[in-house]
């Protein structure tokens, strides 16, 4: 039996702009495709494997449970993660917990050497 991976992870956001910039800029990943519809951007793909659909308009955006990321600087990524604002760790649950301000949960692993 061949084991299934994960291709991406597609997730509506309030502000794709601000979600691309937290993306790139804490966890350094990088635009792979876009599209634009009318100049204004609608949908980003990143290396990560995370799909960012914009949706400003719509009541509850984070429309995933929640995002697993790999990182290599455990303690270092979370205090970045934490400066930006809106940003937060989640009560009752392990620091690894973050929320971003439309409600996207990321959960976040160590890379192991």
Request: cysteine-free.
């Amino acid at each position: 039996m061949e084991k299934a991976y994960i291709d991406h992870a597609a997730v509506t956001v309030a502000d794709i702009h601000w979600s691309l910039a937290f993306f790139e800029d804490v966890l350094g990943m990088t635009e792979t495709r876009r599209r634009e519809s009318d100049g204004k951007l609608q949908q980003v793909w990143l290396d990560g494997g995370i799909q960012l659909i914009n949706a400003p308009d719509k009541a509850k955006s984070g429309q995933a449970h929640h995002l697993g990321i790999r990182v290599r600087d455990f303690k270092g990524t979370l205090a970045k993660m934490l400066v930006y604002e809106g940003v937060h760790s989640v009560e009752g649950k392990p620091e690894k917990w973050v929320q971003l301000p439309d409600g996207l949960l990321l959960e976040l692993f160590p890379i192991e050497t």
